[in-house]
């Protein structure tokens, strides 16, 4: 796609702000408005500005950038739109940013982002071979041919400390279910989910390239990722280019796992638990149930529900790259930590993630509210193994 | 030394902080122009207060700096009212949002000028489910405070415009001075206008050109558990004054609006009267509905009937569309895939509805569009609000001036017939200007200069000679 390809589309766009808001118009769930309250930052206003773009009425800047980029691609602005059009708008979004790539107009975070993934594979900088370190510990093994599932851990799942927790225990998970699988280690790259969000076109097709050949190199029929932005990417990207494969999130094969009773879950201790959804899992890819499920098939968890759950979550502040270009991060408002006031509202213990990029997100709007002695932050692979260690301990 | 721009740029920092004014070509661009068919005019600062204290040292340095200060708060009016006509501070008044006070014995709310319809609407639902207020058919970002000082209407018309429903306000002069007006003048109560020479309607309808109201107290209604409408085809718009005053007459219902397109492969338009209705029983319900339906049996002659259509027989789309609270008017926006659409709303005496039908159609054919009415009682038949819309391509710079040439020609209309129209935009105003006795003009002229001796207050609006 290209922008032109909205041309017919784009000026459709009335700005009459149902995008804003959540479905029954309590909150503005659109991040970036929230935020900064200009108009400008609303889905309608990047729409506006976007087109003004096209017609030269203003030309690509620094600032211009950093309105589309603090965009957090959550979708909230598709699921609320009332026009016709709403699936085009984080597409022309996308493409709004892809234009200010080709004329070198990125927020300069963006750039390094860009950089170090097309140079190191990930946007830190970190060693290629250092990338399968963390499964050492759990001894998860190599992906080899024949193995039922490749287990994608991701960038984040694969070098941020906490994360690499959340990837342990959902590996320990597969371990115990007896499930032949297996991760690719220093052979992972990036999946290019942000990339592609962030209008990098060429660098998220060279990554997607390049994975869905050694995806295929290594006979690779069945994926299961950590991250709900590589099941995005890997389910609906990859077809296009030739990458066919059956892609799941770990929630779903959890699900089944515990359904299927291979994978069993016996009481744990007695504990509060509120889901934040992840907004690709969620608005993204319908995925609502099946977190939920696998948390209430522990027995002792008791699921209660922030005030803005499934379609209506509110964004962790992460997506679109912003976990790493911060373009909306800190401060009271910053989505983090509206978030976590939200869930500490619900009374819970803890809030189950399913997102690696959640789960640093979540982690920082505790700390930042000071919750983070209140509140614990766990994946919901953590929560379910924790149920089975401590039943095992006695 | 710092420019005149820098200085008030500078200033605007200090009051509200970064990045809550701006002063790029991005913010600019959008405070420049509205969703409806107005020729865009330049802004040069976009500031966002969140206290009443903020806007009034905005507006001090505003005096001070001669510089225009227009306040926008939903910015969805469509005729332009929150575009500078003569650039200056854009005063997006968004991040003043709270809902200050709801006094549920005496039936008002206090809310800041920033807070949008959809947020008082689920407040009030998830808060005091007993209480409501009067939604207009504004898409939910459509501003409390806005849509009540322009004379909007919604769906408790039959207690008059929301203009009416004012108890009392908080207002910045042009000078700096915060007032209040109404019993919170007195006291900390809320609860109404009068019996005080009253000063609110020196804020209504004038557009931001004598002050900027920062808090307003809204009076609230009991909300009924039950609420149903009935729809009525409409065979011969000369019955409208008729049956709407028959409807009225009873005093039961809720709303009565009617509405007039031409679905897509329809060949004609079709008009509906809606009536709303609301219960706190079954039986109090059906007892309504079969009034109304009793009502209009024997209505008219052949062809000039009111004919019952059982909700059954539309399609659910429709009818699910008439009864959401707000309706989803915006979707005129999209009838020709072209993003835009404006209207001139006329306040009209009930009688000269055929009229205006009539001429309205002619207008429409005239400038290439199908009719697209929507006419709302307001008050017990004490008047209506007909609105014309013509949707136009944003795409399209021909399809945009034909609207702005039907919009002209449906004011002169509307004036011609006694009518006045809504919340004009300039050209608008200045037709109604024309028609004004000139001591009166003198007199508004007299009240602006009170109330904005710098005369920055939305300079350009309401402005004659």
């Known amino acids: 796609m290209a922008l032109d390809d909205f041309k017919d589309v784009i000026h459709r766009c009335f700005r009459c702000g149902y995008c804003k808001f959540t479905s029954n118009y309590t909150d503005f769930n659109c991040p970036p ?28 800047s620094q600032h211009l950038a950093d309105i589309l980029y603090s965009c957090t691609m959550c979708a909230n602005c598709v699921e609320e739109c009332r026009f ?77 400390q906490r994360v690499q927790k959340m990837a342990g225990a959902f590996g320990q998970l597969l371990l115990r279910a007896g499930l032949s699988f297996g991760i690719l280690g220093e052979d992972e790259y990036c999946d290019g989910n942000e990339v592609l969000m962030m209008g990098e076109q060429g660098l998220f097709e060279y990554l997607a390239q390049k994975n869905i050949e050694l995806f295929k190199e290594r006979r690779v029929n069945k994926i299961v ?111 983090s930590r509206i978030r976590v006031r939200e869930a500490a509202d619900t009374g819970a213990d803890i809030i189950a993630v399913a997102c690696p990029t959640c789960m640093t997100m979540i982690e920082d709007g505790l700390k930042g509210e000071d919750l983070d002695e209140k509140i614990m932050c766990n ?16 | 030394m710092a420019s005149g721009e820098d200085h008030v740029y500078e200033a ?77 501070i854009v005063m997006d008044m968004r991040r003043m949002d709270r809902i200050i006070e709801v006094n549920e014995r005496s039936r008002y709310v206090v809310v800041e000028s920033g807070v949008s319809q959809g947020k008082l609407l689920s407040f009030l639902k998830e808060n005091y489910p007993m209480l409501r207020h009067s939604m207009p058919d504004a898409p939910p970002s459509a501003s409390v405070v806005g849509n009540t000082l322009i004379y909007g ?84 718009p000369k019955t409208i004054p008729q049956a709407v005053s028959m409807i009225t007459s009873t005093d039961m219902m809720e709303d009565v609006l009617i509405v007039a397109s031409r679905p ?36 008219g002659q052949e062809g000039s009937r009111m004919v019952f259509t059982p909700k059954e027989m539309l399609p659910q789309k429709l009818i699910h569309g008439f009864m959401e609270e707000p309706q989803y008017a915006a979707a005129t926006a999209d009838f020709k895939k072209g993003g835009g659409f404006e209207y001139v709303g006329v306040v009209l005496p009930l009688s000269k509805v055929p009229v205006a039908w009539k001429m309205g159609e002619e207008i429409a054919r005239k400038h290439g569009f199908d009719p697209l009415y929507t006419v709302r009682n307001v008050g017990l038949g004490h008047g209506v609000v007909f609105a014309f819309a013509y949707p136009f391509n944003r795409a399209d710079e021909e399809s945009l ?65």
Request: aromatic content about 10%.
């Open chain 1, 33 to 60: 408005y929230n935020k900064f309250r200009l108009e400008t930052f609303s889905p309608g206003g990047r729409m506006w500005l976007i087109r003004a773009m096209m017609l030269k009425d203003i030309e690509p």
């Open chain 2, 12 to 88: 605007l920092r200090t009051i509200v902080g970064d990045p809550f004014v701006s002063r790029d070509r991005e913010e600019l661009y959008m405070y420049s122009r509205d969703p409806g068919a107005s020729i865009p005019r330049s802004a040069d600062w976009v500031v966002l207060p969140s206290t009443t204290d903020e806007v009034q040292k905005i507006v001090i340095l505003a005096r001070d700096m001669k510089v225009p200060v227009v306040p926008i708060s939903g910015g969805l009016t469509l005729s332009g009212l929150a575009v500078p006509v003569k650039g200056g």
């Open chain 2, 401 to 465: 001036q034909r609207s702005r040439d039907a919009l002209a020609d449906t004011n002169d209309m509307a004036l011609e017939l006694g009518g006045t129209p809504w919340k004009s935009e300039l050209e608008g105003q200045a037709k109604i200007m024309a028609r004004m006795d000139p001591v009166v003009l003198s007199v508004m002229d007299g009240i602006k200069r009170v109330m904005d001796p710098g005369g920055i207050m939305n300079p350009g609006n309401w402005k004659h000679g």
């Open chain 1, 225 to 335: 990722t950590l991250s709900p932005h590589a099941y995005n990417v890997m389910r609906n990207k990859y077809p296009r280019l030739g990458g066919d494969f059956e892609v799941v999130h770990y929630t779903e094969l959890l699900k089944e796992l515990i359904s299927s009773g291979r994978l069993k879950v016996p009481g744990g201790r007695k504990i509060k638990v509120t889901y934040h959804d992840p907004c690709f899992l969620g608005r993204w890819n319908s995925i609502y149930d099946e977190p939920r499920e696998v948390l209430e098939s522990v027995d002792g968890v008791e699921l209660v529900e922030m005030r803005r759950n499934r379609e209506n979550a509110f964004c962790c502040g992460g997506g679109g790259g912003n976990f790493y270009t911060d373009i909306i991060g800190g401060g009271e408002s910053s989505p």
């Open chain 1, 84 to 160: 016709k059009f709403h699936d085009d708008i984080v597409d022309i979004i996308m493409e709004g940013k892809a234009s200010l790539v080709e004329s070198g107009m990125v927020p300069p975070t963006a750039r390094d982002f860009f950089k170090n993934i097309y140079l190191s594979g990930n946007p830190w900088k970190e060693p290629q071979q250092k990338r399968g370190d963390w499964a050492r510990h759990y001894g998860i093994p190599v992906y080899k041919p024949g193995d039922e599932y490749l287990y994608y851990v991701g960038c984040i799942g694969s070098y941020d």
């Open chain 1, 379 to 394: 994946d919901i692979s953590e929560i379910v193994l924790d149920a089975i260690t401590s039943a095992e301990e006695g």
């Open chain 2, 153 to 236: 209407s919604g769906h408790l018309s039959k207690h008059g415009a929301h203009s009416e429903m004012i108890n009392g306000l908080e207002v910045v002069l042009g000078d700096g001075e915060v007032l209040r007006l109404g019993s919170c003048a007195l006291s900390p109560y809320w609860f109404g206008r009068g019996p005080l020479p009253d000063l609110v309607s020196l804020f209504v309808n004038w557009f931001g050109t004598t002050g900027i109201v920062t808090r307003l107290s809204l009076k609230l209604y009991p909300s009924h558990p039950l609420r149903d409408m009935l729809i009525f085809l409409v065979q011969d």
């Open chain 2, 264 to 299: 897509p492969k329809a060949p004609s338009v079709i008009s509906l009267l809606t009536v709303y209705l609301t219960a706190e029983t079954h039986e109090e319900l059906d007892f309504k509905k079969e009034l109304f339906v009793d009502m209009f049996k024997d209505f």
